[in-house]
């Protein structure tokens, strides 16, 4: 007979906090569907029909009971509603310092790049207590990351950049699960997360296989589709320059204002006429169907680089 | 009661007329009840065949039994039937058109040809709907989630939504016909608050109706619309937005559950009052809370998409909303345990599918908190525990209501009885089936098993084969009132005219009515249940 597991293991920081409000609904639930099943029994035998023709009695209902009845699930309510808006703020914010690794989610694998070259598929290593932020977009469908051990899930979806965090508690195998139902082999679309100790992690991650960092990738890539022409780092380009632009606002020529995000460099390189920075003329071409996801990627981690240059170059 | 005494009246609604044209082309609201009622017992069973396929393929990890492709479809097809086809229409289209009329008092609907129209495009619907399925399926779930359902699948997706489109034509109408009905054709004496509490389900269930489904046909439009002309709606290759498909489907799917739910509490309130002769406790707070859900209902949608990358205050608000939508519920639940009370309670079939009701309703609700509750929702949405959870409601819920509103309006539509024990054990053994099938899927949801998944690793395997094991006593419960009802048409005995003795208009007039219900406009003079006025034979 195959085993019979009850309840998930906790391998994040995250895990533990879900576990407790998870418990204290489960207790409030227990004590609700023990209560409502024992006052069914009780009246069921108590007051069961005992002859013929027989009515109930005529109960006068009480408008405090009923205030009773109402206000006491509300207010359990809420405190629920706190509680799990409370756990929900802590898996939405990542902490300050964070290990960022790329992922792609594509029909029915995932492709991981981590920031300094190596590439995986349907394994990602990561080291043991150190937060590790995921940027994630998908080439085709929906699909969703989640990493039961972790309590933590986010649908990878087409066109957008979602982001999630966690901090492995454990070492170990993982399963990493499609959550989000994606066509033919949606539950094949299954992967691990390796959760090392930082001395195995650093091995793992000199040992070969890297193509160069992602930044010197995407500098290559800058070169290679020649957008280097136009966004020269002098400020003679026909573009506006890039260095420093990473998370800065930005004007635009309709007056409005956006953040240099990833989702807007992603945006500006597929379809450059949507948002265009004030004072420069709407001639880019797009890169739509030119470069890949993950090539956007190592743009993206290219052009925020250039914020450590910007700064060197101001110095002077 | 004395049956030997008893007989079948000898005209009425069934026998009235004669031959194929008099049903197809009838316009008298029970009949068109009945012609529902045979369309769609067989999608149920169609849906239940997918069902046990889909539970079969669960008992072992490996996809080993079918396909990858014909497991995707048969989940998507086992959705969009056992939803489109069989719950959302069951009760309003069944009890709803057979009983409203009689319920106020009224010869017939307001629009009795709009009605048989709904029943023809009902059909009409089911029969593209069909015709997806024969011609190679769907695969994309019933929630039809852009891009995949507009630019990856390659299966009959446009047939399919094709047919949901029509069948919302059908609700819409339907709806429309009760709420002019109920506010035009109540007999005298029949004022709002002396309604039977399955009318101001069956009135709060077509607000809905009417003003939800057009949302549905909106984005069912959208759809193809982006399949076929790439208009960049939903898709984002083209500049659409993807998640904009989902705020406009739960708009309509999300109140769609209280739309198969809402009726349901109706006809519990019904039985679990005539089964306790004895008023409803806190008629006015059942009455008024079946209207909050449905305001309510329209406002909770986006708890289905917080880990779609909606804003953290977004959620939050949707998180709150949540949460106020299961008071109402609650009283609900709190108020049919309050009606036992001094009640002289009886448990024939009807009453036993009424208080499975309960339980079942009572742990759906409470786990709904756990998806309200953001900070549990991420860990849980997509998994097994919404399986579950869905489940306890649609059917723990719906279901066990429509079933308990067939045992107790039974006599009165056929004017035959049947085996109150083998009610009673196929009330019990659904239950117990449904249990055994839906509970272990609240732990393997928390595990971490993804749902929708046709092969599944290896440590989920314990849990799966319970709940199979459960659907096989589950389908067994199903299985006994198909025989015994179908045996009750010819041999049953003759019910009479009031076989439990309950209280409300449809108990006061033989059992099959006639075409037009009553031989004389009624005059209602009492409170719906007002049980106490009757005479207390036995003290």
Redesign the interface.
Known sequence: ????????TQASTMAG??DA??FF?VS??AF??VL??A??IF??IR?????????????I?SLA??LT??II??GL??V??F???????V??RPPAETLDIYVVGK?WMWRFQHLDGQREINELHVPVGRAVRLTGTSE???H?F?V??F?????I????Y?TLWFNATKTGRY?L????????????M?GTIVVMEPSEYQAWLAGGGGEGSLVSQGQKLFQDLACITCHRADGEGRGPILDGVYGSKVDLVDGRIVVADDAYIRESVL?PSAKVVAGFQPIMPTFQGLVSEEQLLSLIEYVKSLKGRELNTTKK | MDTDTLALPRTHYLNAEFGLASWLLTTDHKRIGLLFLGSISMFFVLGGIFAGMIRLELLTPPGDLVSDDTYNKLFTMHGIVMIFMFLIPSIPSVMGNFFVPIMIGARDLAFPRLNLLSWYIFMIGGCFTLYAIVTGGVDTGWTFYTPFSTMASTSNVMAAAVGIFIMGFSSILTGLNFIVTIHTMRAPGMTWFRMPLFLWAMYATSLINVLGTPVLAITIVSVALERAFHLGIFDPAYGGDPLLFQHLFWFYSHPAVYIMILPSMGIVSELIAAFSRKNIFGYTFVAFSSLAIAVFGFLVWGHHMFVAGMSVYGAMIFSVLSFLVAVPSAVKVFNWTATLYKGSVSYQTPMLYALGFIGLFTIGGLTGLFLASLGIDVHVTDTYFVVAHFHYIMVGGALMGYLGGLHYWWPKMTGRMYPDLWGRVAAVVTFLGFNLTFFPQFILGYLGMPRRYHAYPPEFQALNVLSTAGASVMGIGYLMPAIYLFWSLKYGPIAGPNPWGAKGLEWTTPSPPPTFNFDETPVVTEPAYAYDTVEKKLA
Not at chain 1, 151 to 155: F, Y
Not at chain 1, 178 to 188: F, I, L, M, N, W
Request: glycine share 8%.
């Open positions: 007979m195959p085993e019979l597991p009850l309840f998930p906090k879900v409000l998870y609904l409030v639930s609700f569907v409502v099943a006052l069914i009246f069921a007051y069961r029909r005992r002859a013929h023709g027989e009515v109930g009695a005529k109960v209902p009971l009923e009845w109402t699930p509300l309510g809420l629920m509603f509680w799990g808006a409370n756990v929900y703020f898996e939405s029909q085709d469908v929906i969703s989640f039961p051990a309590r933590m899930k986010a649908d979806i087409p066109g957008r979602t399963h699960f499609c959550a989000e139902y994606c066509g033919t082999r949606h539950s094949g299954i379809s």
